[in-house]
T-cell receptor
């Protein structure tokens, strides 16, 4: 079984709808991250969480919110989706004890906002 | 500020040929450096990482990378590519002693393999 899972894997929604992307991990890591990937732009950090009570904005947090329900779960919400949020979204985890903070990624969620 | 540049957007090489993917970083101190690979429809998989010590790092799938401080580079190499190496490759840099929130990814290089 995969260590980092994301649901759904694909989602089509309409402008103005609220949607939630979920991430779960069995790696036992304390740190979790949400990125979006756009062609030619690489990965950009949306939010990150160092533990259940520690959530921080990344470089592109506007229009997004997150919830860390447990150490193993980190959800990303789009409160009112807009077309330019169409992208591939990745969840990642890392272990604070890991030198350099190597991150491990889920398979991604492909989101299309019409 | 940290940054990562991958100057080649798309590279095509013949199967069996050697490969070098370029990566340049900007950071004031010794960085942590990573190469990730993303196969079509998949997430990112760690190929290798450099933290300190030997500047030539071996990774999975026969890849290696060399850290050159004088050139601020961390190029990825493979002596003989296979069709299954077709994917997108991302170089990334993290600040040493970082909280791990500051991993910066390059924009990626897409590798195609010519039969």
């Amino acid at each position: 079984d995969a260590d980092v899972t994301q649901t759904p894997r694909n989602r089509i929604t309409k402008t103005g709808k609220r949607i939630m992307l979920e991430c779960s991990q069995t790696k036992g890591h304390d740190r979790m991250y949400w990125y979006r990937q756009d062609p030619g732009l690489g990965l950009r950090l949306i939010y990150y969480s160092f533990d259940v009570k520690d959530i921080n904005k990344g470089e592109i947090s506007d229009g997004y919110s997150v919830s860390r329900q447990a150490q193993a779960k980190f959800s990303l919400s789009l409160e009112s989706a807009i077309p330019n949020q169409t992208a591939l979204y990745f969840c990642a985890t890392s272990d604070r004890a890991s030198r350099g903070g190597t991150q491990y990624f889920g398979p991604g969620t492909r989101l299309l906002v019409l | 500020a940290q940054s990562v540049t991958q100057p080649d957007i798309h590279i095509t090489v013949s199967e069996g040929a050697s490969l070098e993917l370029r990566c340049n970083y900007s950071y004031g101190a010794t960085p942590y450096l990573f190469w990730y690979v993303q196969s079509p429809g998949q997430g990112l998989q760690l190929l290798l990482k450099y933290f300190s010590g030997d500047t030539l790092v071996q990774g999975i799938k026969g890849f290696e990378a060399e850290f050159k401080r004088s050139q601020s580079s961390f190029n990825l190499r493979k002596p003989s590519v296979h069709w299954s190496d077709a994917a997108e490759y991302f170089c990334a840099v993290a600040a040493i002693y970082s909280s791990a929130s500051k991993i910066i990814f390059g924009s990626g290089t897409r590798l195609s393999i010519r039969p």
